[in-house]
């Protein structure tokens, strides 16, 4: 161990005594420690030891650990800003604020026209009998063709007499008896005479929708050529009817 020279214990010793944490037993000798005395002075003797002590005493630390002292992320815990109340009600209010705002800006869906809803219903209520192209027995089914312009050579109009044909099917209309254009080329068409029967949809249908599955059948499956004015006309009546205020599509339902 290096020894401590004793000038250094008694410059320590007089800082003490400066400071009124000991007294000044004298032990330190008149002679102050400085240079200029070549280096080595004498030894103080006994009040050496009480140096020592008061200098540990002195020397010792404010107790470590304890309460005092906490771990950084408990200090940051404590002391960070907490959240403001008002902020609760926010935070529970964005999921519906979030629904809202998706439900407002997605696209509505595509308007329901006439023609839309009699695609719906054909596929709903005709296509077992005159299937998807209208080819009636000639493509597999029992119902009279529609296509290739075969149904606008029975009505030439979209008229109560085609409507009446739809409400009633042939049973309603007699069977044996004509319906249809009378003078239709190669012969009026007779109810019955196919061998099966046509229901009738008065019952099942509400006038739009009969209005317009008979438009989509002339329309889109015979490729009924009309003029602007009529197709005008033709959807201002259907909306007299009370289409196009429906909000679901399909043609199952009859009211
Ligand atoms: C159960 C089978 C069946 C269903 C379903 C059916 N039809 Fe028919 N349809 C027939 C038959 C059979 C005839 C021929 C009637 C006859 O000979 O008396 C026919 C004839 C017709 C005719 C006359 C065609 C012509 O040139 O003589 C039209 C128009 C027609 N159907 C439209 C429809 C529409 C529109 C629907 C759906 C709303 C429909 N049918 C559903 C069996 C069916």
């Excluded at 005594?17 to 102050?32: C, E, F, H, Y």
């Excluded at 009026?188 to 008979?214: C, D, Q, R, W, Y």
């Excluded at 909306?239 to 196009?244: D, I, Q, S, T």
Aim: with cysteine.
């Amino acid at each position: 161990m290096t020894e401590v020279p004793d000038y250094l214990f008694e410059r320590s010793r007089q800082r003490r005594v400066a400071l009124g944490l000991i007294s000044d037993d004298g032990s330190g000798g008149a002679a102050p420690a400085v240079a200029g005395s070549g280096g080595v002075l004498a030894t103080s003797g006994a009040g050496t030891a009480d140096v020592i002590a008061a200098a540990k005493e002195a020397a010792k630390l404010e107790p470590f650990g304890g309460a005092s002292v906490e771990p950084a992320f408990i200090l940051a815990a404590k002391t960070r800003n907490k959240v403001p109340i008002w902020v609760l009600p926010i935070v529970f209010l964005l999921p519906l604020w979030a629904f809202v705002y998706v439900k407002l800006t997605e696209p509505p869906p595509p308007p329901i026209t006439a023609i839309s809803e009699g695609a719906a219903t054909y596929t709903a209520r005709c296509v077992s009998c005159h299937g998807g192209d209208g080819a009636g027995y000639e493509g597999g089914g029992i119902g009279r063709p529609l296509y290739n312009g075969e149904v606008l050579l029975t009505f030439p109009d979209l008229n109560q007499d085609m409507i009446h044909w739809l409400e009633v099917g042939s049973q309603g209309i007699g069977l044996g008896n004509i319906y249809g254009d009378p003078n239709r080329p190669g012969g009026p068409h007779i109810s019955g005479e196919t061998g099966a029967n046509m229901p009738g949809f008065g019952e099942v249908l509400s006038g739009h929708k009969i209005f317009s599955v008979l438009r989509y059948i002339r329309e889109v499956i015979s490729g009924e050529d009309i003029s602007e004015e009529e197709e005008t006309y033709r959807d201002m009546e259907w909306e007299a009817l009370g289409g196009g205020q429906d909000t679901g599509g399909g043609g199952g339902g009859g009211h």
